[in-house]
């Protein structure tokens, strides 16, 4: 294993939490505009189904994401392509909302740039 695809994902965690914590911070704020008429019961309860779904996502590509043995990877490169074609599979698959795809997409990333910098 690449001595730091355990760092990696430890990081990514972290990332994928604040991505968690976004999605929720959505949900208080269409609360906030049903609560004040901007938007219709209908709209918020629409919203929100999405944005739930979304974090289900989130938190699938987690547990996907832990379960991997990193041990088979020779690279961290290998690794996170790996992920991102098995996570593309699972939301289509699984009917989960692939509009959250490029945010996971981008936290991978983003983690992949931060750790290849601090090896």
Known sequence: ???????????????????????????????????????????????????????????????????????DYNTIEDFIADLKIRYKKRLKDSGLAEAVYPLVERKLDKVYKFVALNQ
């Open 1 to 71: 294993m690449v001595p730091f695809i355990k760092k990696y994902l430890r990081i990514l965690q972290i990332e994928l939490e604040d991505l968690e914590e976004d999605i929720n911070f959505l949900i208080e704020t269409h609360q906030k505009r049903v609560n004040s008429k901007e938007i219709t019961q209908y709209v918020f309860n629409e919203n929100l189904a999405v944005l739930k779904n979304e974090i289900f996502a989130v938190e699938r590509f987690e547990k996907m994401a832990a379960e991997i043995k990193s041990d």
